[in-house]
């Protein structure tokens, strides 16, 4: 079984740009969240979704959005980057059990 | 608002048993979590404790108290691999969701020497 993918694993953007990432949930998760870490800090939450909806939003700018499709995988935006947007994306699902997942996250780096 | 405090860095010698404390404060609380993080990876899941007690799982045991906010894990025989960084999270239900998310600790990075 597939566990929980991300793409693209690194990405390179400059200031001002928008980015795409993608995650798809290990076959059966309904719920997905995303996680920013910056280095040498645990991961901090930016959004849950479950069932296509927003279930929780953390302490992040409205630049920052995000969208689950019907078959479970997510996309999450960020407009207008800035060189502290660079930090590793992680990517959770769970589904009926306490643990979540990670995927192996996006490494962006904003220059 | 959440706060969750662990040490930053902590070594040990191979085959030796290291304890890493965790303390919280925390509102909803709904279970604590205890990732490993090997450097440029994703973070694996190691143990979950919601009740009081110990949670023990081959070399590696977690305990929970919450009345006093705290948890440590335990890792047993220490092997070299054991080097990363542990993270402890605790999940809080939000208001108007059952899901929780995990508020996560700065990280507890473990090294073994030989």
């Known amino acids: 079984d597939a566990g929980v993918t991300q793409s693209p694993t690194h990405l390179i953007k400059t200031r001002g740009q928008h980015v795409t990432l993608r995650c798809s949930p290990i076959s059966g998760h309904k719920s997905v969240s995303w996680y920013q870490q910056v280095l040498g800090q645990g991961p901090q939450f930016i959004f849950q979704y479950y069932e296509k909806e927003e279930r929780g939003r953390g302490n992040f700018p409205d630049r920052f959005s995000a969208r689950q499709f019907p078959n479970y995988s997510s996309e999450l935006n960020v407009n207008a980057l800035l060189l502290g947007d660079s930090a590793l994306y992680l990517c959770?699902?769970?589904?009926?059990?306490?643990?979540?997942?990670f995927g192996q996250g996006t490494r962006l780096t904003v220059v | 608002g959440q706060n969750i405090d662990q040490p930053t860095e902590m070594t040990a010698t191979e085959g030796a048993i290291v304890q890493i404390n965790c303390t919280y404060q925390t509102s909803g609380f709904n279970g604590l979590f205890w990732y490993q993080q090997h450097a440029g990876e994703a973070p694996t899941f190691l143990s979950y404790?919601?009740?009081?007690g110990l949670e023990e799982k081959g070399r590696f045991s977690s305990f929970l108290s919450r009345s006093k906010g705290y948890s440590y894990l335990l890792l047993k025989e220490l092997q070299m691999k054991d080097s990363a960084s542990y993270l402890c999270a605790v999940r809080a239900s939000d208001r108007g969701s059952t899901l929780g998310r995990l508020y996560f600790g700065r990280g507890t990075q473990l090294t073994v020497w030989p």
């Open positions: 404790n919601v009740l009081d």
């Open positions: 959770a699902s769970s589904h009926h059990h306490p643990e979540a997942f």
